[in-house]
């Protein structure tokens, strides 16, 4: 349902964003016209799913071990948390600059080069002999992950329609998984083998995958002949012209960049206190709880209630904060916080999603190229604030931050969001 004043998209009245949209030049993201879609044996849909998963981690890995880098490295604490911040910064980037290459460029050869590359800035991240190495690695590892945005469209084109839903959702399992493993995992293996045999171990394991892909992920040469700057550039004009994007982007920002602010700031508060980086990843777990928070927000928006279920996940951002506050001292009260806090953030983005991807089915590569770009920059500015903030105002400092930018955006949300 599109809100009042905006005209509804049809033939005499096209979207300018569909960038002229024939059967000769069919819209970004379709299955090209001679290729028909085939079934997706159970191994590549597997190595889609594992892919995913792998690439997504990339980003978290060094989430709670922004205090051992800094430490290694020999970086102020009241920065470590920019180590962070430059993974997100690298992916939001490439989200926009190379994630709509899978509209003109064939799709396969698209993967497997960023999966290489992705390697690579592992590689020299692991190795990473100084300050400046280490974060343009990371920034480029960032960048890179995203083949695991250039995967599920992939999949999507690749599935016969009655199996489109069942392949999509296994793949966005893996990625979802990978997303809320990595930081229990990056945990338990600097315990063992260090920071540096985090990403050393990631790059093993993406590098078998690109192996995999090799002979596993299938050609697909997309139809499109759009220019790449018009390409990029629609996602501007798709921010600007369409409210309902504009509205869910804000307000899953404002969520992305209070959940980078806890899960950020509460594995340093721990080792601040003595906890080893084994009792940080049990911490850690509990962000894998946020996995069951989707097919449940899923059921909800299929029946309707998009927008009380985002009233709900956003005030569980706020909630989150107020018992992170007084679980300064408390393993099991952090350990609840960091519950609520995945639990909301996961099931705003389903709820917010499903509305985006309402809009237009012809565009919905770009809808969400645009949505995660805005939020991953909402996550990014969460996590360089954090180590300012808590340095100069400790965890209260931490927790005022976290609470009242919900709390905003659940005022703008009621407010600016029509009651369907």
């Given amino acids: 349902m599109l809100p009042r004043g905006r005209p509804k998209l049809s033939a005499r009245n096209p979207d300018p964003t569909d960038m002229r949209t024939t059967p000769d030049n069919p819209a970004p993201g379709a299955a090209p016209r001679d290729e028909a879609a085939r079934p997706i044996g159970a191994a590549t849909a597997w190595l889609f799913a594992f892919a995913c998963g792998a690439l997504a981690a990339n980003l978290y890995y060094a989430q709670p071990l922004v205090a051992l880098i800094a430490d290694s490295m020999g970086l102020s604490a009241s920065v470590e948390s920019s180590i962070f911040t430059a993974a997100q910064l690298g992916y939001a980037l490439g989200l926009v600059l190379f994630v709509p290459l899978g509209d003109i460029v064939e799709n396969r050869r698209l993967i497997l080069a960023t999966m290489a590359l992705n390697v690579v800035s592992l590689v020299g991240l692991a190795l990473a002999p100084g300050l400046a190495t280490l974060f343009a690695m990371m920034l480029v590892v960032g960048v890179t992950s995203t083949a695991a945005q250039m995967i599920v469209p992939l999949a999507a084109s690749l ?27 990056s945990s338990f293996l600097a315990d063992h083998l260090g920071w540096r045999g985090v990403f050393g171990a990631s790059a093993v394991l993406v590098a078998g995958l690109t192996v995999a892909a090799l002979f596993l992920v299938p050609r697909r040469t997309p139809q499109g002949r759009h220019g790449y700057f018009q390409l990029i550039g629609s996602l501007a004009v798709l921010q600007a012209r369409e409210p309902v994007l504009r509205r869910r982007s804000i307000c899953h920002a404002a969520m992305f960049g209070v959940f980078s602010v806890f ?27 946020g996995v069951l928070a989707a097919p449940v927000a899923g059921r909800l928006a299929d029946r309707g209630h998009g927008y009380l279920g985002s009233s709900v996940a956003i005030s569980f951002g706020i909630l989150a904060f107020v018992i992170a506050w007084f679980g300064e001292t408390s393993f099991w009260l952090l350990v609840a916080a960091g519950i609520v806090i995945d639990l909301g953030v996961q099931a705003n983005m389903v709820f917010s999603q499903r509305e985006i991807f309402q809009l237009d089915d012809k565009i919905r590569s770009r809808l969400n190229a645009a949505y995660m770009t805005s939020f991953f920059l909402g996550g990014a500015l969460g996590s360089a604030l954090t180590s300012p903030i808590l340095e100069h105002f400790g965890w209260t400092g931490i927790c005022l931050l976290g609470g009242l930018v919900p709390l905003a955006a659940l005022g703008y949300f009621a407010v600016a969001e029509p009651r369907r």
Avoid: D, K
């Avoid at 899960?263 to 709880?289: C, D, E, H, M, N």
């Fill in 159 to 185: 599935a016969p329609a009655e199996e489109r839903g069942a392949v999509v959702g296994n793949v966005m399992t893996g990625l979802l998984a990978g997303i809320m493993l990595a930081r229990p995992v």
């Fill in 263 to 289: 899960w950020t700031a509460a594995p340093i508060l721990l080792l601040r206190q003595g906890y080893s980086p084994s009792a940080v990843a049990l911490f850690a777990l509990a962000g894998v709880s």
